[in-house]
């Protein structure tokens, strides 16, 4: 055998290997997250343009918690400033905290670039990261259903609680004080070092707006 | 007695102008409109007053069930009664399903009557006035949600005697209540999780055989046990029928108890006006099953390796490498001539490109997996693209060891250093050798594979490492023992022979794998494959006639440029033309005189159910020792005779295609490929037992005999 052969060969090995990739890559992602499993990977861009891999904050514990501020449920964590203590609480013990919208545009939830941020001023949220999956294909690879939906994730990539945000199905602000927040429960245990007591939980809210 | 009469004047008043006490105005709130009404117009101490929330929704509003589903919340009421009075729970009627996008909510549109019976003391005081009054909130979506509260109350006047009577509600009252689910003792239900899904079987009591709806759905009362919007597959049996119904793969609460209900979208045909079935059963997890080996148990990390060592040996003998092995056997009887080292050299090239095919195609799979994808070993067999690629290759390889085009003695000029393209021709060797075997999995290979995917990356590189070896280790072997080559004859024209009949073994796989083709894409993917092996077959010719020495060179590179062009074209168009087949091998398979059920996971849930021994063979059509162990194990009469015997229902997973079902199910026995044999005693607690990877009609037998046992 010699070189043109060869090169031949290799050449119909790499057309095939395209043409399965390729094919691989139509296959639709199902819904693929497991609690003690490792969070699949993602990338999306935030408010600013600035585009954000899951796998880039490996290392550092990671919280997605799906958005939409319309929504009165998330309007019980913002208003009350539950949602943003949170976050600043967390962000500042060095974990990341990525907001997910997942609204498709047009519907409740999505916001032109601009608005958004405003809209982020009014809030005064402060997440590490605004993200918006317009395609809905993360929150459908997570299997986000409500706002709020949460997912708590540690420094090995490894899902450690998904859920709601606490054990309080309601839209009154003056709830929160008497429930137990499971997100904080789950970063504080982990930070810890100690297992996660509740590891997942019915999330509530509204429906996610794909 | 002066007070006394006081009240009575008033409850009587009050009687008098119930009808508009009875009914406080409705509240309005956003696309709510909501108010407080009974059933009667007085009540006396003692009684039962049923009083209902009716809430009003404009359009394409809705509230929800006390479970919302996937989304939302459901209307609750915080009363307000004097002590000693008693308020039952709000009676919810039967849900709908709401689907937003891919999510399914549980709830009402248009209207909602819900009921709550109250319970007054016997001590109360009559000729009182008395005001239910109730805090309610509740949650009201379209698309956005908006929630709403209100205080509502309602005067009902409390007499001694006589002045109670029905309001113009007690009719829609009545109404509602018919249609509230009602448990039925007619009927028996047993429930059953597994890991994936619930299964409910329903069973009639009764002789009387009554329709089944085919719309039923189950509306469990718990939150974030089932997958809500996956469809629920009914399946009628002789007494009744049965549910399953794919559970959330987030829920992490162990099932103990099962309660809820069970809806038909229309009627429950000839039951009246049924619409709904409540029930509460005790369920029985399924542990997933922890399968007992029948010949290997647990594997340690050396013995992985060693399995892995053993099965890369053993790979040389399956039937997919000995094509591609002869064409290492033709080298090495052309290598005999040459001296020790180079010999030497070719092998260690050789085992380096099985090596890095291995590694390869490990760290594809580990990486795949880690991004979610279902794949098993052997996957790119499951590609119909890639499948006509190595045919394509396998033909032009054959082609040439016919001699139809002579690549070896032409192009030597352009080729340069002869020496080091040769060692290049051991690597792809390698290369080729590896990518065909991969969907043998060779016994001791199957479990090895399926622990080390399980393992740390290092552990399982080792693994595959030591398959590699194991593969070329006889060469390596051979060739480092000089008295061993001596009995290769030397070169002559014996090698011709030898070259044509190799080269129609090779044409020999091809055929196997129009068949693998024929059975993952259908009847026209063949016409395709096919088309392009003709132009192949075109392109060597040309290369044969013009591409040698004899031949001018400008002539000459127009032939191998115009070949390898149209070849390159030919086969890339086929191969991104290709479709699998959108169903393959579906309903029953009758083969070996046995009747073959396709796969299903709820069908193995349902079988277990019933406690009825089951046979599940996982195969494909590119995995020859499948096919093989299938002639010989289930093609024997002795083994099918038992079997019809035992009563074991036979179900054949085919895998030739991607199948995430099978993948799963394989994982579920720590497996990753192909052949798997798992028979399911049917006895309670008994876990299905595996059987080796190659099937004597012995084996089977002593394996079926347990059943007995």
Redesign the interface.
């Known amino acids: 055998m010699t070189k043109t052969f060869i090169i031949s060969a290799m050449l119909l090995i790499g057309i095939g290997a395209l043409a399965f990739s390729q094919e691989a890559a139509k296959e639709t992602a199902i819904a693929s997250v497991a609690i003690d499993q490792p969070a699949p990977d993602f990338a999306l861009k935030d408010v600013n343009g600035k585009e954000h891999k899951l796998s880039d904050y490996k290392g550092k514990y990671v919280v997605l918690e799906w958005v939409n501020y319309d929504c009165p449920f998330v309007k019980k964590h913002y208003s009350s400033g539950n949602m943003q203590g949170l976050q600043s609480g967390f962000t500042k013990k060095d974990a990341v905290w990525l907001s997910i919208c997942s609204s498709a545009p047009g519907k409740q939830g999505h916001f032109p670039t601009a608005d958004l941020k405003k809209r982020m001023e009014t809030e005064k949220s402060t997440p590490s990261a605004y993200l918006i999956d317009e395609s809905g294909s993360v929150g459908k690879l997570y299997g986000a259903k409500t706002t709020p939906h949460m997912f708590v994730i540690d420094q090995k990539g490894v899902l450690r609680y998904a859920g709601a945000i606490d054990d309080t199905p309601s839209t009154k602000a003056s709830d929160i004080a008497s429930s137990t927040n499971y997100v904080s429960s789950a970063l504080d245990a982990l930070i810890a070092g100690k297992p996660v007591g509740t590891k997942s939980s019915t999330p509530y809210g509204c429906s996610v707006k794909y | 007695m002066k007070k006394r009469m006081w009240y009575s004047c008033i409850a009587f008043a009050m009687v008098l102008v119930s009808a508009a006490l009875l009914r406080a105005e409705p509240v309005h709130r956003d696309h709510v409109s909501i108010e407080l009404v009974s059933d009667q117009s007085a009540a006396r101490p003692g009684d039962t007053v049923t009083v209902g929330l009716k809430i009003q929704l404009e359009d394409e509003w809705h509230v929800y069930w006390t479970n ?1 589903g ?4 459901a209307p609750r009421v915080k009363w307000n009664l004097p002590p000693g009075f008693v308020a039952s729970p709000l009676q919810f009627p039967v849900p709908k399903r709401i689907p ?4 399914v ?1 549980f709830g009402y549109d248009k209207e909602l009557l819900l009921l709550s019976d109250i319970v007054i003391p016997s001590d109360f005081i009559p000729d009182s006035l008395f005001s239910f009054n109730a805090e309610v ?1 509740w ?1 009201v ?1 379209k ?5 709403g509260d209100a205080v509502l109350s309602l005067m009902v006047p409390i007499v001694e005697n006589g002045l109670a009577e029905a309001t113009a509600w007690d009719e829609q009252f009545r109404l509602v209540r018919t249609k509230q689910a009602v448990e039925d003792t007619n009927w028996s239900v047993t429930a059953s999780a597994s890991k994936t899904n619930l299964q409910l079987i329903f069973t009639s009591k009764s002789e009387r055989s009554s329709t089944i709806p085919s719309d039923l759905f189950f509306f469990p009362t718990k ?2 046990i089932i997958d809500n919007s996956a469809a629920q597959v009914l399946a009628k049996k002789e007494r009744g029928f049965e549910l399953t119904i794919p559970l959330n ?4 609460d162990t099932l103990t108890e099962i309660s809820g209900l069970l809806v038909a979208e229309n009627q429950w045909a000839n039951e009246g006006t049924r619409t709904g079935l409540k029930f509460s059963a005790p369920a029985t997890m399924l542990s997933s099953p922890t399968p007992i080996a029948f010949a290997a148990v647990e594997i340690t990390w050396w013995q992985a390796i060693l399995f892995a060592f053993v099965g890369g040996l053993i790979l040389n003998l399956m039937p997919c490498v000995l094509p591609v092995l002869s064409i290492k056997v033709l080298s090495f009887v052309q290598q005999a001539g040459e001296g020790r080292k180079q010999i030497l050299q070719h092998n260690a090239v050789f085992t380096l490109g099985v090596l890095v095919s291995f590694w390869i195609l490990a760290a594809g799979l580990l990486l ?1 997996r ?4 279902q794949l098993g070993w052997g996957f ?1 067999l499951q ?4 499948i006509i ?2 045919s ?2 396998m033909f ?1 390889m054959a082609l ?1 060891l016919l001699g139809v085009f002579e ?2 003695t032409s ?2 000029g ?3 250093n ?1 020496r080091r ?2 060692l ?2 051991s690597f ?1 060797a390698g ?1 080729t050798a590896t990518v065909v075997a991969t969907p043998c999995t060779a016994p001791f290979m199957g479990s090895a594979l399926g622990y080390s995917l399980t393992q740390p990356a290092l552990i399982s590189l080792a693994i595959f490492t030591a398959l590699g070896l194991g593969m070329s280790a006889p060469y390596v072997i051979l060739t480092s023992t000089p008295w061993l080559l001596r009995f290769v004859p030397k070169p002559g024209r014996w090698m011709e022979t030898l070259k044509h009949v190799m080269g129609f073994l090779l044409m020999a796989t091809v055929v196997w794998l129009v068949w693998v083709l024929s059975i993952q894409a259908g009847s026209d993917s063949i016409l395709l494959l096919l088309a392009t092996l003709l132009v192949l077959g075109l392109c060597a010719w040309i290369l044969g006639r013009w591409g040698g020495y004899a031949v001018e060179q400008g002539k000459r590179v127009t032939a ?1 440029t115009a070949a ?1 062009a149209l ?2 074209a030919s ?2 168009l086929a ?2 033309n290709v479709t699998p087949a959108d169903s393959v091998a579906s309903g029953m398979t009758q083969a070996d005189g046995l009747t073959w059920e396709p796969f299903s996971p709820e069908r193995v849930t349902e079988l277990n159910g019933q406690g009825r021994p089951l046979l599940i063979d996982f195969t494909a059509a590119w995995c020859l020792s499948c096919k093989v162990n299938e002639r010989v194990a289930f093609g024997s009469l002795d083994v099918q005779g038992k079997l019809s015997s035992l009563s074991v229902v036979t179900m054949k997973a085919d895998w030739t295609s ?1 199948d ?1 079902r099978i993948t799963k199910a394989l994982a579920e026995f720590g497996r990753n490929s192909v052949p798997l044999y798992v028979l399911y005693t049917g006895k309670t607690g008994q876990s299905p037992i595996v059987l080796p990877e190659l099937l004597t009609p012995g084996i089977v037998i002593e394996a079926l005999n347990k059943l007995e046992g």
């Open positions: 919302p996937d989304a939302g919340l937003a996008g891919p999510l909510s909130d949650l979506c698309v956005e949600c908006i929630p939150k974030g793969s987030m829920n992490t795949l880690a991004g979610g994808e790119q590609s119909p693209a890639f690629i190595l394509s290759f032009l040439n690549v070896g192009l030597t352009i080729g340069g002869s393209s040769g290049l021709g792809i290369v191998i390898v070849a390159l086969v890339s191969s991104f991607r995430e």
